[in-house]
């Protein structure tokens, strides 16, 4: 079992949908849960930011953390044709040393928003 | 805002060359890192590094080598270019107590021919 799994998409939807975007994972260790986002052509860059379980709302953003069930969300409200991008969920744990530097990231899952 | 500079946005090499990718960051970070990301296998850690001359090896450091000198510079080597490092690479730098926050630059295609 590979420690994140991401749905790579691509997933197409008409602007105003609600999108909801997952990622489930194996080590419980993981503490820090992020979504980045990615357009075409450019780097990553940080979207979303939550510690453990709970949800955290930014905006037409919410990020919800399932550590029972090894599940996270993102969820995209009245989702536009700007939010069209590759977003990639990434994890951590808690720890010492050089691995408590690392991030594990999800494939990614292609989004279009369709006008 | 934090700025991470890729030298090269795109580069096209030989096999067999030795291969030097800059990666300059402006935010005083501590931690500096090397992915490169290929479709269907996603972003992939190649070394990072926490403080000047110190680096450790992410999960894929075979036929590359890193140095950084210089707190706001890190830089990435590939000793002798081969056609499977054609990639994007992607250098990210973050705040020591905030590690996971990762700033990236726009990335380098590199070639390998």
């Known amino acids: 079992q590979k420690e994140v799994e991401q749905d790579p998409g691509p997933l197409s939807v008409p602007e105003g949908a609600i999108v909801s975007l997952n990622c489930t994972y194996s080590?419980?260790?993981?503490?820090?849960f992020m979504w980045y986002r990615q357009y075409s052509r450019k780097g990553p860059e940080l979207l979303m930011y939550?510690?453990?379980?709970g949800n955290k709302e930014d905006g037409r953003f919410t990020a919800q953390v399932d550590k029972s069930s090894k599940y996270i969300s993102l969820f995209i409200r009245d989702s536009q044709p700007s939010d069209s991008a590759t977003y990639l969920c990434?994890?951590?744990?808690?720890?010492?040393?050089?691995?408590?530097?690392?991030?594990?990231f999800g494939k990614g899952t292609l989004l279009t928003v369709n006008p | 805002d934090v700025k991470v500079t890729q030298s090269s946005r795109y580069l096209v090499k030989r096999t067999g060359e030795k291969v030097f990718l800059e990666c300059v960051q402006d935010?005083?970070?501590?931690?500096m890192f090397w992915y490169r990301q290929d479709p269907g296998l996603g972003l992939r850690l190649i070394y990072f590094?926490?403080?000047?001359?110190?680096?450790e090896k992410g999960d894929i450091p075979e036929g590359y080598s890193v140095s950084r000198e210089k707190k706001e510079r890190f830089s990435l080597i590939l000793e002798s270019a081969s056609t499977n490092q054609t990639s994007m690479y992607l250098c990210?730098?973050?705040?020591?107590?905030?590690?996971?926050?990762?700033?990236f630059g726009s990335g380098t295609q590199l070639s390998v021919l």
């Open positions: 935010m005083d970070h501590e931690n």
């Open positions: 990434a994890m951590s744990g808690k720890g010492s040393g050089g691995s408590n530097y690392k991030l594990t």
């Open positions: 080590n419980s260790a993981f503490q820090y």
């Open positions: 939550t510690y453990s379980s």
């Open positions: 990210a730098s973050s705040q020591g107590p905030s590690r996971e926050k990762l700033f």
């Open positions: 590094s926490y403080d000047v001359k110190m680096k």
